[in-house]
């Protein structure tokens, strides 16, 4: 809990929120040059302090992307002024859903049964993706390609809103990532899925031109983040 005697969120800082919108521009151009889809961007905040969120506000995001509960509850707290949708991004930890359950928008990293459980309880008709693992690596999150459709049963029979899936590429040069996205793309054709959240600042173009319909950027509309 912040102090009660800390003083309330300063006002978006300028130079910051030009630097964000410019790099926003720049962003939203190379979208339009890669697909004629509609490419929703979601600003990613985590690391960085409430400012950044204030100014990634002002600078018009109206989507916000965070990956730890704890840090997602206090930014929302903190921020004033207009409200952006939260979107939970990171590993989901069950016992940490009770955290952001009233203010998370779109729970992008359901990846097994269990959280998926919590959120239908706790935010009956949450509007959720399923995280496909597309690297195969051990703790980078995501369900097994093979089992995604029966977890959007799952989901879909606790009463959650499935809108899509997302993914996230392997470490390594973007290339890589093509045959990932391309199998969550497919797998989202297959059971009707809207959504197909996949991308960041070190895989964009790829993953658009293999389907993308969101993309999470952090670091290169906010900068480098301290190393958690
Ligand atoms: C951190 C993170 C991002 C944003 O990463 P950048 O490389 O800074 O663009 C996107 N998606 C997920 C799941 C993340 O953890």
Redesign the pocket.
Known sequence: MAPLNEPPPAPPQRALVEQIAERGAQLRSRIAELTDRDVAVVC?T?GHPVEVAVAAVAAGFTRL?E?YAQELRDKAAALNGPTPEWHF??RLQTNKVRLVDRVVSLW??VDRAAPADRIAQRAPGAAVLVQVDLAGLAGRGGCPPEEVPGLVEHCRGRGLDVRGLMG?GPPGPAEDARPGFRLLTSIAEDLGLEERSMG???DLDVAIEAGSTMV?????LVGP?ARR
Do not use: D
């Open positions: 990613v985590k992307g990956n991004i990171g992008q990293s996230v960041m600042s070190g999470r950027v952090g670091s290169a983040r």
